[in-house]
């Protein structure tokens, strides 16, 4: 057969339609004709390109040309098209705070406020009391200022946005100082001097990359300072032969001469998580107790909330800065508003926190329940197939920029076969119906159990089992 006998042999767009709608998987699915038009016609126009670049007769004879093989392509790219992109994985890696796959996870409470606010209108800038205008803002405010003594409070966006903020309000054109060595980058490119040249603000470095001192900030204070500040430094730590300066002695600083002190705490830890083993990390209310003026965190990570940025402090800065033009721009939604709240009021009782919102028990966690959590999940794999399952101590990550320096014992899964390449047991765990996200190690997938739950270790077993079967 020549191409224009494969061409001519080839069905109709309407015909393929039609043989689409009679087949077993559409059958029973209301799929739109667009759509299913659209994929038929995607099929042919490449089985059309495949034939013409076709070199000899047994190339030809390999291209699919059946109608009931172009069916199942359709289907496949229908399939593609319905689902979703952004979709559920299962974060097997073992770090908690994993900003490609969500950050926090969110606590009970806070997904059925999540729930109640999506699904209903509400009070969102509505006064029950007497039926006027409220803020959004009135939600939150009083709640963050109890549970950390600030005068006032104030929710945006995100982190990056609260410094951006409170940067262009009380700095703008005028001078920032900061260590060296804070000059930090995070994730996505994200740099304090870009940000603070962005707010208008303007850098003044101070110090060395591993020390610097309180004389340095106050050889630096000119007619033309507005502000000293500290920034967490995230996912690095500078150790040795070093020096910093802290809250309590900028905040005197700053008294003396009529200045800010913002202390950017980054990822904004509430309860003294020392207290539970892990290395300590300066609270909100220790920033704030210490002399800060304004004090800036994010909403998730450390916290366990959605993703936000907090601003506390005194009420005439953290005010204006609600009243700033860019603070329209930087707000919240009904949803970040409703999760935060439900998120908040778990710190009420800090021993219900801990056990309950998610992150925290996850950090928390104890290496023995993660121990039996492991060795049921590798009793499963093992009865699936012919896999090489052995049960290991190891250690986690908090990551979100937290804690980069703790490591959080743990217990793991590692799985090796026979038959298939670790790198193919990886991309089908990624691949499955529910996909699993791994670490792989010495040519072994990894499964972390302290970002495991009892039912995704069945979900886990489940992807093994596909696997064996189609091995």
């Known amino acids: 057969m020549e191409k224009k006998d494969y061409l001519r042999s080839l069905s109709s767009v309407n015909d393929l339609v039609q043989a689409v709608y009679r087949s077993r998987l559409m059958g029973s699915k209301a799929i739109p004709r667009e759509l299913v038009t659209e994929a038929s016609r995607t099929v042919l126009d490449g089985i059309r390109e495949a034939i013409l670049a076709a070199r000899d007769e047994m190339s030809l004879k390999e ?26 994985v299962i974060n097997a890696t073992g770090i908690v705070i994993h900003t490609n796959l969500g950050r926090s996870l969110l606590s009970r409470p806070a997904l059925e406020a999540l729930a109640t606010a999506g699904a209903h209108y509400n009070n969102l800038e509505f006064r029950l ?39 262009a309000v009380h700095a703008k054109d005028r001078e920032v100082i900061v260590s060296r060595g804070q000059l930090i980058e995070i994730g996505g490119s994200f740099r304090l001097p870009d940000v603070m040249a962005q707010s208008g603000a303007k850098l003044v470095e101070v110090g060395t990359t591993n020390k610097t001192y309180l004389e340095d900030f106050r050889r630096a204070i000119t007619s033309e300072t507005a502000m000293l500040m500290r920034a967490h430094p995230s996912n690095y730590r500078i150790s040795g032969f070093t020096a910093e300066v802290g809250i309590k002695e900028l905040a005197g600083l700053a008294a003396e001469y009529g200045l800010v002190v913002l202390d950017d705490l980054g990822s904004g830890v509430y309860i003294d998580l020392s207290a539970y083993g892990l290395q300590y990390e300066p609270t909100i209310k220790r920033s704030l107790e210490e002399g800060a003026d304004l004090v800036c965190f994010s909403g998730d990570k450390l916290l366990g909330g959605p993703q936000a940025g907090v601003v506390l402090g005194r009420s ?38 801990v056990n309950e919102i998610p992150t925290l028990a996850m950090l928390t966690a104890n290496p023995e329940t993660l121990r039996k959590r492991a060795l049921a999940l590798a009793d499963k794999i093992s009865s699936h197939g012919d896999f090489d399952v052995t049960v290991d101590e190891d250690v986690s990550r908090a990551g979100g920029g937290a804690l980069p320096m703790e490591d959080l014992p743990t217990w793991t899964v590692a799985v090796t076969s026979p038959s298939i390449k670790t790198s193919v047991l990886e991309e089908s765990l990624r691949q499955a119906e529910t996909p699993v996200v791994c670490r792989v190690k010495d040519d072994r997938v990894i499964l972390d159990m302290r970002t495991v739950s009892d039912e995704e270790a069945e979900l886990i077993a489940a992807a093994f089992k596909d696997m064996a079967s189609a091995d």
Not at 73 to 88: A, T, W
Not at 340 to 346: N, P, S, Y
């Open 316 to 353: 005439d800065l953290v005010d204006a800065m609600a009243r700033h033009p860019l603070a329209r721009a930087l707000r919240v939604d009904k949803l970040t508003v409703a999760a935060m709240e439900a998120t908040l009021r778990q710190y009420l009782d800090p021993s219900q926190a």
């Open 129 to 167: 009391e007497d039926g006027s205008r409220g803020s959004r803002q009135e939600h939150l405010r009083e709640l963050l200022c109890d549970l950390t003594g600030a005068e006032s409070a104030l929710v945006v966006n995100n982190n990056a946005a609260a410094v951006l903020l409170a940067l």
């Open 63 to 88: 291209i699919k040309t059946d109608t009931q093989e172009l069916v199942s392509l359709v289907e496949k790219v229908v399939e593609e098209k319905l689902q979703m992109s952004f979709r559920r």
